[in-house]
T-cell receptor
């Protein structure tokens, strides 16, 4: 069974640009969540999608957005990039249900210069 | 604001010893708890989940949960150098969602 796949693995962008990251969940998983990991702030929750609907949202500015498609694949978009957006962006997928475990993809390393 | 706290370490143990990793959480209604391991430059991988008070064992790993004390721990028996990594404690913020709150992680170093 294939794991969570994130593309691209690495990205270098310039301040002010926008970026789109992609996540394909484990087959059968309908919940996809996104996290930002930085050395200073650790792992922070961005948002979660289930059945194409945003179910939960973390405390990030509106420049961070996402969506989920009918096949459960998800994308996140960051507009007007800032230097502080440089981070490892992680996607996790799970089945629906109380106590369900989440499995992470390999992440996308975004560097903003 | 839900908070999860861990000792950042580094925690150093000799090979073959028991490593004990601790985590406390602030939200008394939290019901689901997870331990992830993250090697440098890699993504977190799930080690164990625990939902009920008491111990849960899986191979060399034992998770312990005490909801009254809002405390969860991970014991690693017969520690190996390959266990050297950062261990992240995660608490589910919503019983039906995947909005985990992560602790800062404890860096474990197992010395040969």
């Amino acid at each position: 069974k294939a794991g969570v796949t994130q593309t691209p693995r690495y990205l270098i962008k310039t301040r002010g640009q926008q970026v789109t990251l992609s996540c394909s969940p484990i087959s059968g998983h309908r919940s996809v969540s996104w996290y930002q990991q930085t050395p200073g702030q650790g792992l922070q929750f961005l948002f979660e999608y289930f059945s194409e609907t945003q179910r939960n949202k973390g405390n990030f500015p509106g420049r961070f957005s996402g969506r989920q498609f009918s096949n459960s694949r998800s994308e996140m978009n960051v507009s007007t990039l800032e230097l502080g957006d440089s981070a490892l962006y992680l996607c996790a997928s799970s089945v629906q249900g109380e106590g369900a475990e989440a499995f992470f993809g390999q992440g996308t390393r975004l560097t903003v210069v | 604001q839900k908070e999860v706290e861990q000792n950042s370490g580094p925690l150093s143990v000799p090979e073959g010893a028991i490593a004990s990793l601790n985590c406390t959480y602030s939200d008394r209604v939290s019901q689901s708890f997870f331990w992830y391991r993250q090697y440098s430059g890699k993504s977190p991988e799930l080690i164990m989940s625990i939902y009920s008070n008491g111990d849960k064992e899986d191979g060399r790993f034992t998770a312990q949960l005490n909801k009254a004390s809002q405390y969860v721990s991970l014991l690693i028996r017969d520690s190996q150098p390959s266990d050297s990594a950062t261990y992240l404690c995660a608490v589910r913020g919503d019983n039906y969602g995947q909005n985990f709150v992560f602790g800062p992680g404890t860096r474990l170093s197992v010395l040969p």
